[in-house]
């Protein structure tokens, strides 16, 4: 009886743990910020400053940030940093789910407002000490974007991992210089993704004969159909049927498979589009899916140049 009565006390632990995200997120999508303000403080002076109070924290720094409350969104991003960091000294920072992501978007959040208010170099020198610090863990991607998104376009692009591949055999960047380049960083289970394949397959046949190439990086994220367990092979033919499901006007698009080259590029958000020029430098970084005319506009000023 005793041992039920505790399992029934830590499941409604989870439950009320996992609510306080979901209760400061809904109050942030009505704009009610003092309603998610006393959720927290609610919250804190029931569990403390938890990694599941340091995720919902970081969703006001996000919010803020989206509201363009600079100022208010970096003291948000500045407190979830030092009590995570208090939380560091007992734990690694993967040791479960939250607190990366309470993190990753923390630092995100404080580099976004510091060059939205024109302190662009004080940004990428944040970023770059978080990469030094937290480059081997779950996060390295995220800040990698938000690093990318302040220093890529107009630099060398970097090499692309393209030992393993699924259709046809990926050639080296070097291989494609004098061509313009399309990199569509996709994931099986992504969504927009999906929405995005014909976008690019029609600007890939319209731009053909002017060279352009598109090359589909993907990575293995260690699940297949329904969130399922599975082993690099058995997730490598499930790609490989999501991609003949649903890219099949992509199907010449050589697709590496890497978690090295989505952490070089910083592809935390799927897709991600990289556009490079004929001598192989980023003419456009962008996270998230574009719209066809703007990608079309974008591909256009590069293959005529």
Not at 22 to 38: K, M, P, T, W
Not at 72 to 84: G, H, K, M, P
Not at 209 to 218: A, D, E, Q
Not at 244 to 253: A, E, P, V
């Amino acid at each position: 009886m005793r041992s039920g009565f505790l399992a029934l006390i830590l499941t409604l632990s989870t439950v009320v743990s996992a609510c306080v995200i979901e209760d400061v997120r809904d109050a942030l999508d009505h704009n009610n910020f003092s309603a998610a303000e006393a959720t927290l403080r609610s919250y804190r002076s029931q569990h403390g400053a938890d990694p599941q109070y340091l995720e919902a924290l970081s969703w006001m720094a996000r919010a803020t940030l989206a509201a363009r409350q600079y100022k208010q969104a970096d003291t948000y991003a500045r407190q979830t940093e030092t009590l995570i960091a208090q939380q560091l000294k007992h734990r690694s920072l993967d040791a479960e789910p939250h607190l990366p992501i309470a993190l990753g978007a923390a630092i995100e959040v404080e580099s976004q407002a510091l060059a939205a208010q024109g302190d662009r170099s004080q940004a990428v020198a944040l970023l770059e000490t978080a990469l030094r610090n937290y480059g081997s863990t779950s996060i390295r991607a995220r800040l990698q974007k938000n690093f990318n998104l302040l220093s890529f376009e107009g630099k060398a692009a970097p090499p692309l991992h393209i030992a393993k591949y699924i259709g046809p055999k990926p050639p080296s960047l070097t291989q494609l210089q004098g061509s313009p380049v399309l990199l569509f960083f996709w994931a099986h289970w992504c969504g927009d993704c999906k929405f995005e394949a014909p976008i690019i397959t029609r600007l890939k046949n319209e731009f053909a004969s002017k060279g352009l190439r598109v090359i589909g990086p993907t990575q293995l994220y260690g699940y297949a159909a329904q969130g399922d367990d599975a082993p690099p092979q058995k997730e490598l033919a499930y790609i490989d049927a999501v991609r003949q499901r649903y890219y099949s006007g992509l199907l010449d698009m050589p697709v590496p498979v890497s978690k090295a080259n989505f952490n070089t590029y910083g592809a935390s958000t799927t897709p991600t589009l990289v556009l490079l020029n004929r001598s192989g430098h980023v003419a456009l970084y962008h996270p998230g899916a574009m719209p066809y005319d703007d990608l079309r506009s974008a591909i256009e000023k590069v293959v005529n140049n």
